[in-house]
């Protein structure tokens, strides 16, 4: 059994099983985090538990509200999967980011799986268990504008749209030093901005970004261009799941899911149902950039958002 309660104004709906994807990759590399040499012994859980869920409501194609209000996304399907490969009752519920890192320890929740970097502050408050994800950066463009590619060089005296305080921000000034960051305080005013002509590129996660080329909300003004850029020191090692520090055994229950469902290709249907089209996973920094990496302090951490 698994129930999902809407974000602000809680509203219990039963879900359905999820449509499955094509079994067909289609070329698009499905990204594999768990060891298969590795083996995990099923933990037992207890079975007159309901294990709560929370993700979060404004992170399309990972976690958000669709046009019934119920929570869906790569997160919530994922979810759907874990509970049923273990054979747990579960709900699910979304949050406003703002509420959505004390749902654990206010028992509101007892898993969180949503797109939060995983900082020292954020490790020292949970377990996490193996990565689920791994968002790459890239630059988008207008179309119409001549920008052949993402390199220092290219990028001098660009101005280049990108949130306030990010890792993103701090990635930007440490390896195209000559570009002019253009910081704004969310990811959509941003894209908004690049859109709109008053910066030359935006840079930011390439998962919410393709969201946004593809979509409506770019009425097809802008293309990718460069990369995708993957650095653990500014972007993360991925994320996991998180469990509360008292809650060992249901992280390992997490893990060994997490293992099956890698392993019968529940997964990458779920990965092809939400990123048909990938997002450029396990592709490194270019060669121009790399020779700089060893000059630089390691980053602030960041809790990027959309």
Known sequence: MFSALSGAVLVAAALAAPASAQSDQGGVAIP?????????EKPDLP?????????G???????????EGQPTGFAVDLARAICEELKIACTLQAWRWDALMDTIEKRQADVILAMARPTPQLRQRFLMTDRVHQTPARFVARSDKAVPDATPEALKGRTVAVVK???????????FPDATPKPYDRADAARAAVKAGEADLAFGDAVSLAFWLNGTGSEDCCRFVGGPYVDARYFGEGVGALVSPADETLR?????????LD?????????????PS????????PEELRASRRRLKPPPQHEDRS
């Open 47 to 55: 079975r007159n538990r309901v294990f709560k869920w929370a993700t």
């Open 263 to 275: 392993e019968n290709g529940t997964y990458a249907e779920i990965y092809l149902k939400h990123f």
């Open 165 to 175: 305080g990010s890792a993103h921000e701090a990635f930007l000034k440490a390896y």
């Open 278 to 285: 990938g997002s450029g996973e396990a592709v490194s920094l």
């Open 57 to 67: 409501d404004d992170y399309p194609p990972f976690h958000y509200i669709d046009a």
């Open 32 to 40: 594999r985090y768990s060891d298969p040499k590795s083996r995990i």
């Open 252 to 260: 390992q229950a997490i893990d060994y899911a997490l293992r099956r």
